[in-house]
């Protein structure tokens, strides 16, 4: 059984950074694409980042955090992480690690299998 946990949320300031984990558990991560999801209250889930396999081909990034997010994984480690610079007041959201079988990183949450229970990323302007 996959299971995922997340941690590394917390209360920044904006401008500040944060580093979110996902440890899997049951399996080895190096078999999975490995996404990161986030929803605000009120809000629709809506893809943040992926990474490939092995960390193959280019990740995969919404427009919006592009050059602020870095998505990495440490096969290693059973461990996948999100790096969370120049925050926003527009982040504020719970934070998902997503893990899917196909072969390349995918913006749907649909095409995910396993998902964490998602860590509060709050951030004040």
């Known amino acids: 059984q996959v299971q995922l946990v997340e941690s590394g949320g917390g209360s920044v300031q904006a401008g500040g950074s944060l580093r979110l984990s996902c440890a899997m558990s049951?399996?080895?991560?190096?078999?999975?694409?490995m996404g990161w999801f986030r929803q605000a209250q009120g809000k629709e889930r809506e893809f943040v980042a992926a990474?490939?396999?092995?960390?193959?081909?280019?990740?995969n990034y919404e427009d919006s955090v592009k050059g602020r997010f870095t998505i990495s994984r440490d096969d290693a480690k059973n461990t996948v992480y999100l790096q969370l610079d120049s925050l926003k007041a527009e982040d504020t959201a719970v934070y998902y690690c997503?893990?899917?079988?196909?072969?390349?990183?995918?913006?749907?949450?649909?095409?995910?299998?396993?998902w964490g229970q998602g860590t509060q990323v709050t951030v004040s302007s």
């Open positions: 990474i490939n396999r092995g960390g193959v081909g280019p990740t």
């Open positions: 997503a893990a899917d079988t196909g072969i390349y990183g995918d913006r749907s949450p649909g095409a995910y299998e396993y």
């Open positions: 049951g399996r080895a991560v190096s078999r999975y694409v």
